[in-house]
Each structure stands twice: as C-alpha cells, then as structure tokens.
C-alpha cells in the first residue's frame, strides 16, 4: 500500500508541476507581449522621424497632410479652456433620469452614482463637465506631493491600477467600505484605459475626491497621458459615450490629468509612486516642479552642426504630456501659417524637413513671444500634441531634468539586479535596482515604497528585500483568470496588510471544482487566450519568419528542425519567450522532428479565414502595426469623431507603406477600403476597420 | 541532440529563476525536473540533488551545477512516466473496500503516512 502511495504522489505531483510550468509560461506570454506593444511606441517614432527626415511628398497636399500630423494640437489658454468647455449653457433634459449633481457635493451624490453605474446609467455630459471643473479647480490647490498621516484615520488603503474596471472598484468598495472621514484611501494612478468602465471610474474617483478632500487622495499614472489614451482607449471610449460632447469631455481630462498628484507620502515613512524611481530621483526637485507644464511625447534635440541629418532623441514613445494652454491671444487656434511664406520645394526632402522643422519652430516662437506679453500665470506654450522644439540657446536642462524627474516616477519597474539602467523594454523610465531603493529610502529616512504599473498574480508582491512593494487592483487584467487584484491597508504601525479578490462577474461561468483547487480548467482557458495572442504574432511577422526558416534551410527542403524553429522564431519576435516549451501548443504535426514551415504558417494565416482575398503581406502589415495605425488614424481624427476622410486614409496609407516598403497601389487602397464595407459618405470610419484586422477576439 | 536537451533544460530552469541570476531555489527542483517530463518521487529527487551541490546559505542551486546532472537524467531516461495501468492499481491498492473510488482523507493519510 505504501508503494501504491508513493506511485500516486509521484504522478500527483509531476501533474501539478506541469500545471505550474503552464502556469508561467501564459503568464510570460501576455507580460511580453504587453510590454512589446509599450515598444511599438517607439516603432511610431521612427514612422515619424521618417516623415520628418526621409520622405518625400509628392505634392503640397501630402506636404500638408504630413505636417498636421505634427501640428495637431489646440492650445487654449486656462480661461479659454473654461470657456470652451463651459457646461453651463448644457442642457439637461427633463427626461433624463440619471444622477443630478449640484456643488459642493455631498455624500448622497456619491451613492446616487454608485447606484447608477451599477445599472449602467450615464452621467449626463454636464455634470461630467461640471464634476471636472470642480475637480480641477481642488486639485490645482494641492502640491505635488500629497502627505497622509494615519494618526487621523486609522487605516489607509491604497489601491493600485484600475484600467478602467469598474467591477473592481465596486469589489473594494464592497469589501473595505466607502471613503469617509474614517476611511482613508490612495489611489495610485492608472485609473483609465483597457478597461471599458474608465470614464465612470474617473467620475467616482473625481466625486470622492471632492466629498473627502482630506481622506482621498489620487496619483497619477502613466495612463493619464492623452497620448497614451488615443492608444488604449479611453478617448474611443469617451467619444462612444458621448457623441456630442466627448471633445470637451477629453479637453478637459487633458487638463485635470496634468494637475493630478505625482505621489503620496504617509507619515514621511511611506512613498506611494506609480511606476518607482530612478538614481536621480530628488523629491525636493518633485515637490517644486510645476507639475501642470507641458512635458511633451516626442522630442527633438537640436540638430548637430556636422551632420544636415537632426538628431532625434527617442526617448520614449509616450510620456506624460501635461498639455497645457497657453496661449495665443488673438486665437485659440495655432494653425500652421509659415511666415516666411514661400512654399518650399516639395521635391527636396531636406528642404521640406528644414521647413517643417522651421515652422514647427516658429509657432514655438509665436507662443513665447506672447507669453511675454500676457502677465497671467507663466505657463509654457503648448506646442504641439506631438513636438517639442527646444532652442538651440535656450537652456533647457531644467526643463529636462524636471521632465526626466516625472518620467521616471510614472514609468519605472525595480528589478532585481543592482544598478540602474534604461527601460528599453516600456520605452520610458529606467528600471532600479535594490542597491537604488536602498540609497533612496536612506536619503529621505523612509520605510519602503509602494509603487503600482505591473500585473502581479496575486495583485500584490514585495521585491527588494521587501523594501518596494507593488500593489496592482485590476485582477483577470490580462484574462478571466489570469490573476486576482488586490489592496493594501496600512495603520500606524505602517505594516501592510493585504487583502486579494478576483472580480468574477463572468467566472460564475466556471464550474465549482475549477474555481475551488483544481485549477485546470481555468488555465486552460487563460492559456488558450495567450496563446491566441501569441499566434497572432507569429502571422503578424510571417515574412520575416519565412525568411529566417529559409536561413536554415539551405538545401530548400521546406523543412526546419524543431530546434532550429525554435532559434529563428525568437530571432524574428524577440519576447525572449521559452519557445521550446511553448511548441507543442504552436506546431500541432510534425514529422522525424521536422516541421514543414510554409504549411504551418499557412494555418496560422488560416484563422483569419473572412480577410482571404487581401494580399498577404499586407494582412501583415496591418497585423503588426495595428495599434501604431490606430493611433495615427485618431491623431489625424481631431474631431474624435472616429471618421477620416477617404483621402485622408489613402494618404496615411502611402506613406506607411512606403516607410514599410511595401508595394501600395491606389487600387490596393480601394481594394481595402471596398473590402471592408465601413464607408459612411466618403469618410471611414476607422474602428472598424481595425476590429476588422482582429485575431484575438475580446472578451465581453 | 545533447544541445537541443540543454537548451530545455535551460528554458525550464529559466522560469523559475526569479532574479534572473541562473539560480533557482532548491525547492523547485522537483518542479523543474517534473515539468521537464520526468517522475520522479521525492526520494528520488532528493537523490539528485545530493547529486548537485547546493549553494548555503539559502539553499540555490547554480545552473551549471544543474545543467550536466538533468541533461544525464534526460539522456539516460530516467524516471519515465508511469503507466497508467499501474496507476490504475495503485489506487485500487489502496481502495480497501473496493468501491471503485477513494475519499480525499483517506488518500491523505497514505500520503503523508511516509
């Protein structure tokens, strides 16, 4: 019997190791893949560059068409702003049976909203606008960094990214209770994108704000950036649910995101920051910086005497941009007006960028000189949505250095190695070490860190030597299932207690035995969602892959070895992802060890079945810059209508393909166009035609 | 063959390499060489780590250390899965009453009887 014991435990437990191993590897899947779309900001840079530097437009439209990508922005000065998105001349109609709020707010409205979001009610459009003027007006009051003392309530929760998941929100709101005067609460930036309840989790947020301005407290993530929201959703969202005054709506989170907090501190022993810090992180220079300025996406540092070609610093793809007016007084609107007013020749390239670059520089110049001549506040200009020119004279490292100060909060990850070096892999921030965390904590006599920005499995996790702690509240982020949010509650004695939930309005559809220990079933189904993902990938990148199989197939056999696959496929995607573990998923038949490439591409290629008759390869390109598309697509949208006209399309195509090297004639253009029926009266509507281009499909 | 082994041996090792220094703590191990396919039992697998040298303090184990010592245990097949007929009469082994199933607790106990 002992031997019948022994057998079974043998077997027991070589199963629940091949769970664990599973286990990982989803779970490096969907990280890797997450960061590596973080990189494809920097992949949009170089689209940019190329435009800026290597193109050459065929004609004054395109010339124009490609400067207003660069020029895009409006600026208004804080008055115009209010005017602009003035919410009192709105109208709510007496049909309107959703929550009315009146200022100053009381804790009846917080309920009344609560209640309503949970019947997927909407908050009429002036009272979004009106709840972001008040929210605005309180947060300009406060410094920079927000101090907390837990000799007043006795509990502070912190909570980390949301992501727009409201069902998260309502599972800690249920679980720990409201904020009042005796429950205290940090929220630690990230509130928004992904998720599809962003804007309702702003408003409760922004609400228990203004109720318990003593108790609440908000920091600002690296989401609450415009930039990034055009990418992961939160102005589709906004302009979805509100048609008529979405515009405003985004102008005016644009602004109250630039006035949020950068962090928190409890009891001077405890700093909350949304991505962590760097070697060079200098709290006094956070507490004096303001905030509000613009800190611009892209930069371009001045061209170097030697070579004709300007430098173009790729720092990050996104950064916080604190867009801010400033302003024009004769008109809100910087449009592109070259004073010198000779069209330049379209046929030299260098030409045109020098003229760009000098138009670009010269609406700097306007601004400036018209901030002089206004006396209120001295708020930089806002260049543009997109470009920051700095002069060549002008000393600007403060203005670097103030800017490095907040990228480096927003956007950095702690790693476990000593040091501190670039974050390559989001694009933005460094990644620190524990020798860093060390020295900072020292410097500035504090506990420990307590930092959001990435997914954790159990929503919680120390590192450092349990110096940094990294709180993250949004749970089945990247799937149902794929791991549990959490927050945590510190009391005087600043020790941290956590508490973990799995919001599982949809897991109900789990049976019992997956949810209870046998967690089989539910891996299962997250795995099949990574590994969705990730052949998704491997079609997006077909040619490149064909290529180096070919590499190693000298004698054009068709064939490669598994073990060579797995080289060139790493080669070609570069997730770093164990790719001899994950084969038996991705490569279903094989013969002798040898696996016949083409075929097994071909059935990746298969899965797109209802987009056959486009060309291939451009299937690919559409599949590997999707998001980079999309972006440029809203960027060009400045209405956010979610439409661009037919030329405007065609014109975004020609010069992504030929920044792609891919052959694009116009009737390949039509082609596409005609192919997806999305045109609606000569416009296209381009969400559609991206959710057109979609492998993975969504979860409800 | 003997590379193709070793880069296996390397991936799995790597998932559970938490400060991406090449060590692993010695208790997953077991997990590593069970997920690599192997079935080994604890006393089994306590054999092989005798085998490895163990950093102290801490209890790590050093990938070089690592790397030979599976790359033989693969090679030479060892620990190969176990039937499922044979499992099929482990269990029936310990079904006493011969009912065709075994409760949760009686299964523990035989367990943890070693």
Redesign the interface.
């Known amino acids: 019997?002992?031997?019948?014991?022994?057998?079974?435990?043998?077997?027991y437990?070589?199963h629940?190791?091949?769970l664990?191993?599973r286990r990982?590897?989803t779970w490096?899947i969907f990280q890797s893949i997450e960061y590596a779309c973080e990189q494809d900001q920097i992949k949009l840079h170089n689209f940019f560059s190329y435009l800026m530097d290597q193109f050459t437009p065929s004609s004054s439209k395109e010339r124009d068409f490609i400067s207003r990508m660069f020029i895009s922005g409006e600026s208004y000065k804080e008055a115009e702003l209010e005017k602009y998105c003035d919410y009192e001349s709105i109208e709510v109609p007496d049909s309107y049976t959703g929550p009315r709020l009146s200022f100053p707010l009381l804790p009846d409205h917080a309920t009344a909203l609560l209640e309503a979001f949970q019947q997927k009610q909407q908050l009429h459009a002036r009272y979004v606008l009106n709840l972001l003027h008040e929210t605005r007006k309180h947060l300009k009051q406060l410094p920079n960094i927000s101090h907390v003392s837990t000799c007043y309530s006795e509990e502070v929760t912190v909570c980390g990214d949301l992501h727009g998941q409201l069902d998260d929100l309502f599972l800690i709101f249920y679980k720990n209770g409201l904020p009042s005067p005796s429950k205290s609460y940090v929220f630690n930036g990230d509130f928004v994108d992904r998720g599809k309840q962003s804007l309702e989790i702003l408003v409760i947020l922004f609400t228990f704000l203004l109720i318990y301005p003593k108790e609440v407290h908000l920091n600002r993530g690296n989401h609450e950036d415009h930039m990034v929201n055009l990418r992961y959703g939160f102005t589709k969202e906004v302009m979805h649910k509100y048609k008529v005054h979405g515009k405003k709506i985004l102008r005016m989170f644009q602004n109250v995101f630039c006035w949020l907090p950068l962090a928190t501190l409890i009891d001077q022993k405890v700093l909350i920051i949304h991505g962590g810090i760097s070697d060079t992180t200098d709290l006094d220079m956070l507490e004096k910086i303001q905030r509000d300025k613009f800190i611009s996406v892209l930069r371009m540092k001045k061209r170097k005497e030697s070579s004709r070609k300007p430098e173009i610093q790729a720092i990050n793809g996104e950064r916080k941009s604190g867009t801010d007016a400033a302003g024009n007084e004769a008109a809100p609107r910087l449009s592109l007006q070259p004073q010198s007013g000779q069209a330049p020749s379209t046929a030299n390239r260098l030409e045109f960028s020098r003229w760009l670059r000098q138009t670009v520089q010269e609406q700097m110049d306007t601004c400036r000189r018209l901030m002089d001549i206004s006396e209120s506040e001295p708020e930089e200009p806002t260049y543009s949505s997109m470009v920051s020119l700095k002069d060549v004279d002008e000393p600007c490292w403060t203005h670097q250095e103030e800017w490095k100060q907040i990228l480096d909060i927003l956007w950095s990850d702690p790693m476990?190695?000593e040091g501190c070096r670039e974050n390559k892999v989001r694009g933005g921030g460094c990644y620190f070490g524990p020798d860093v965390t060390e020295k900072f904590l020292e410097k500035y006599s504090l506990q420990f860190l307590i930092r959001s920005h990435e997914c954790k499995q159990d929503g919680y996790e120390f590192c450092h030597n349990r110096k940094v702690l990294t709180i993250f509240s949004a749970s089945n982020y990247y799937e149902i299932g794929s791991n549990r949010g959490a927050y945590v509650k510190l009391g005087p004695d600043l020790i941290p207690h956590f508490i973990q939930y799995q919001a599982n309005k949809t897991a109900h559809t789990l049976t019992m035995t997956q949810r209870q220990g046998f967690p089989v079933a539910l891996i299962s189904r997250v795995e099949e969602s990574a590994f969705r993902a990730l052949r998704e990938k491997l079609f997006a990148h077909t040619s490149a892959l064909i290529s180096a199989f070919k590499a190693y197939d000298g004698d054009n056999t068709g064939k490669i070895t598994?073990?060579n696959w797995?080289t060139a496929v790493e080669s070609v995607l570069r997730l770093g992802l164990?790719?001899?573990?994950l084969r038996p998923q991705l490569v279903r038949s094989t013969e002798d060890n040898m696996l016949e490439y083409k075929s097994w591409l071909d059935d990746l290629a298969m899965e797109q079945r209802s987009q056959e008759h486009i060309q291939s390869s451009l299937l690919e390109v559409i599949y590997r810059n999707r998001s980079n598309l999309e972006t440029i697509f809203r960027i060009i949208d400045r209405d956010h209508s979610g439409l661009i006209s037919f030329e405007e399309f065609q014109q975004t195509w020609k010069l992504f393909s030929s920044h792609m090297n891919i052959e694009l004639t116009d009737d390949g253009i039509n082609d596409l166009v005609r192919s997806i029926d999305f045109n609606k009266d000569g416009n296209i509507d381009f969400n559609e035609f991206l959710e057109a281009f979609r492998l993975v499909k969504q979860c409800p | 063959l003997v590379?193709?082994i070793e880069?296996?041996i390397m991936?799995?090792f790597?998932?559970?390499d938490?400060?991406?220094?090449k060590t692993v703590d010695v208790r997953e191990i077991?997990?590593?060489?069970?997920?690599l396919g192997?079935?080994?039992?604890?006393a089994e697998v306590q054999e092989l780590l005798a085998k490895i040298e163990v950093e102290e303090p801490g209890g790590f184990v050093h990938l070089e250390k690592f790397l030979p010592v599976m790359t033989k245990v693969l090679l030479d097949r060892r620990f190969r899965?176990?039937p499922e007929d044979?499992?099929l009469?482990?269990?029936e082994?310990?079904d006493e009453n011969k009912c065709g199933y075994i409760t949760k607790e009686d299964?523990v106990k035989?367990?943890t009887?070693?």
Do not use: D, T, Y
């Open positions: 019997a002992f031997k019948a014991a022994v057998l079974i435990q043998q077997w437990r070589r629940v190791a091949r664990e191993m990982r590897c490096r476990p190695q598994l073990s797995a164990p790719w001899r573990m | 590379a193709e880069k296996k991936e799995a790597e998932m559970f938490r400060e991406s220094n077991g997990c590593i060489v069970r997920s192997c079935f080994p039992n604890e899965p176990i044979i499992i009469h482990a269990f082994a310990l299964l035989h367990l009887k070693e």
